[in-house]
């Protein structure tokens, strides 16, 4: 078989998988936020290796997906949510005997997220603990930030009080007085905190955390390098949890599914590539086993969102 017509064959299967797999909608989050930076690199490397449409969808966070993705009066299936916030949903489903999270599959862990607690250096916070009485931004409802806070707040002991905003609000309300820190949980480095030292009228400092009452159990050690933000000078002692990717079941089809296993082996095929060119923390993703093609469904699945 002569090389050109190796090259037809091969773009033709590539266009024949793309007509048979659907698009998929991912439900990411904010535009300037972690979660829409890997669903933008899962597009693009399932489009230029796979030959599978997938559509990043932004949102304003992830306790937001998971509504949209439990709500029958919507087409949502696909979503990444925190795994804490997840954790949290699914102990709720069994202290209330509800079934919210049933139907949610986890189709694979993702990239880790650090927890960011950050100040101006003149509010001379040092640690978490001298945020007792203090004002902390947490982000919005929609966003699961404010949970992890809260899991925070509850489990060490240190009663600040809550303002939840926006995060693109947060900053401007430090630098005002109007808050004493803001915590934000992504896997950075986060957009909204990559900022020219010189431009700041005051410096911004992020805060080493540390294990007490024993808030940090379910989290993992990890670190923020100094590297990561222009004006950081020190590596920062943090603590992370993972990004999930979940589907609902009861909103798919069989074929939707084969697709949905299909861009898990895409990533997983692809990951070396996912580490070299998109967001730095897909170095922290695991792949545990050699994930294999899913068996191609015989026509397109409809799915218009």
Not at 79 to 102: C, P, R
Not at 221 to 247: C, G, H, M, Q
């Amino acid at each position: 078989m002569n090389r050109k017509l190796t090259i037809m064959l091969a773009l033709l299967l590539v266009v024949s998988i793309s007509n048979i797999l659907g698009q998929i909608n991912i439900l990411s989050g904010p535009i300037n936020g972690s979660y829409n930076r890997f669903a933008d690199d899962i597009v693009k490397v399932m489009a230029e290796k796979e030959g599978i449409e997938v559509v990043n969808m932004p949102t304003q966070g992830s306790a937001a997906n998971f509504k949209f993705l439990i709500d029958p009066e919507t087409k949502a299936q696909v979503a990444f949510i925190q795994s804490d916030y997840f954790s949290l949903l699914k102990a709720k489903d069994l202290v209330e005997n509800t079934h919210k999270t049933g139907s949610i599959k986890v189709i694979m862990p993702l990239a880790k997220e650090q927890i960011h607690l950050f100040t101006r250096k003149s509010n001379n916070i040092t640690r978490l603990q001298d945020l007792d009485n203090q004002r902390l931004g947490v982000g919005t409802d929609d966003q699961s930030s404010s949970f992890t806070a809260e899991i925070i707040r509850k489990r060490s002991k240190v009663n600040w009080y809550p303002n939840k905003l926006n995060y693109d609000k947060m900053l401007k309300k430090i630098y005002s007085g109007n808050l004493e820190a803001g915590l934000i949980v992504g896997s950075a480095p986060l957009a909204m905190l990559d900022i020219d030292p010189q431009i700041m009228v005051d410096e911004l400092v992020l805060i080493d955390l540390n294990d007490f009452n024993g808030w940090a159990e379910n989290y993992e050690n990890d670190v923020i390098k100094a590297d990561e933000y222009p004006w950081l000078d020190k590596d920062i002692e943090t603590f992370s949890l993972r990004t999930l990717l979940i589907v609902n079941m009861d909103k798919i089809s069989g074929d939707e599914e084969k697709t949905i296993e299909a861009i898990k082996a895409g990533i997983a095929k692809n990951i070396e590539y996912l580490k070299a060119d998109g967001h730095p923390r897909w170095s922290t993703v695991k792949v545990t086993q050699e994930a294999t093609p899913a068996q191609l469904p015989a026509a397109a699945p409809s799915t218009q969102q």
